[in-house]
């Protein structure tokens, strides 16, 4: 027995049973991985004040690339039902994780306006202005 847990890829983690393990570069494994990828975001986001959010718009941009690809290979046939379902699964999940963002930027401009505020305040006491010293 190993002393090191295995770890377990996040794909096949919350796979439903229902749907198997695709090829690592099929469409379908592409759409899991940012299916993933999108849930870890969200779910990283609403709870973790440290979570990493450049790494995983590299990740996100990682797997755009990739589904480009697939996405080229494949413009020539129509979507099967299984992809349709699973880009509208993953639509909605983006849809989610973008409100998610936008309630985090918006709690960042609002801090950043009450430090901006702080500190106009605090140089507008007299201390430091311009008629104190006269015009140059």
């Avoid at 046939?77 to 993953?90: F, I, K």
């Avoid at 918006?106 to 305040?121: F, P, S, T, Y």
């Amino acid at each position: 027995m190993s002393q090191f847990p295995v770890p377990v890829e996040p794909a096949q983690a919350t796979r439903p049973p229902e749907m198997p393990l695709q090829h690592p570069g099929s469409l379908a494994s592409i759409i899991r991985r940012i299916e993933d990828a999108i849930d870890l975001e969200t779910a990283g986001i609403r709870e973790n004040l440290e979570f990493d959010i450049a790494a995983s718009n590299a990740r996100k941009s990682r797997y755009l690339y990739e589904l480009n690809k697939a996405a080229g290979a494949l413009s020539q046939r129509p979507v099967g039902e299984e992809h349709r379902e699973s880009l509208q699964r993953l639509r909605a999940k983006l849809e989610i994780n973008e409100r998610v963002i936008l309630a985090h930027l918006g709690a960042v401009k609002e801090v950043a306006d009450l430090l901006q505020g702080a500190i106009q305040r605090a140089e507008a006491d007299g201390t430091y202005s311009a008629s104190e010293f006269g015009r140059f």
